[in-house]
């Protein structure tokens, strides 16, 4: 159990394990997109520019698996905290799929961007809602500035979006809790070791930074996360 009491302010920080029993497959663990994929070949700046094609494919294929998901009781706890807590939680993910909003959750930030909006690779036209999956051998499409569009995501190589916002949050907390994140891709490993507050983990084995944790509850995000607030 957790104890918030009515003055703290809580970080959560999800990552792909949240959404495992939802079917979304994790990055490292056994079946994880990282053992299938070389992440520098659908996932980086230049794999971009060497074949965007192939990325779109891989992106397309994550669009499919995540649009057929639904939240599991993981991201239902979170979204009732939200409710409880308003604006005393912060919810930070590395996920880019929209399971937190389908649960209810409405201000979560997400770090890595989002699977179902795109935007252009040269100006600065804002991010836009797009579902489609490509179709080879369809063309990548083009912005009307010539560039081409290209998923909303933050790839190796490149800065998390509202970092800024997020460093705020980390000094301002005073509870800490990561779930389902494996604690090797930074800089959302290091958050933990950044905040002067009570830290926890929840997922089924210890984090890769599990000494910078105050306490690990060992098991399914699905199952520790709705009986694990108190207030
Ligand atoms: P990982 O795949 O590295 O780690 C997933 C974690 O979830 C592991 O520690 C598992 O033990 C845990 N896990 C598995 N099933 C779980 C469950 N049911 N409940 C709770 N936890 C469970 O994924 P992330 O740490 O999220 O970035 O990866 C971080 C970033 O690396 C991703 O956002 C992605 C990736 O490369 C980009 O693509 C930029």
Known sequence: MIEISSTDRVFILTGAGISAESGIPTFRGAGGLWRNYRFEEVASPRAWQRDPRLVWEFYSMRRRIAAAAKPNPGHLA???????????LF????????????AGSRGAIHMHGELFKSRCDACRLAPFDDTSTYEPPAEILRCECGGRIRPHICWFGEVPYRIDEIFHALDECTLFVAIGTSGVVEPAASFVAHVRART???????????????????GNAGDVLPNLFRF
């Open 91 to 102: 919810l930070c993910t590395q996920n880019v799929d929209n399971l937190h909003e389908q």
């Open 200 to 218: 926890f983990y929840v997922g089924p084995e210890e984090p890769a930074n599990e000494l910078a944790f105050t306490k690990c509850f060992l």
């Open 78 to 88: 979170l979204a009732t905290l939200e409710g409880r807590l308003r604006n005393r």
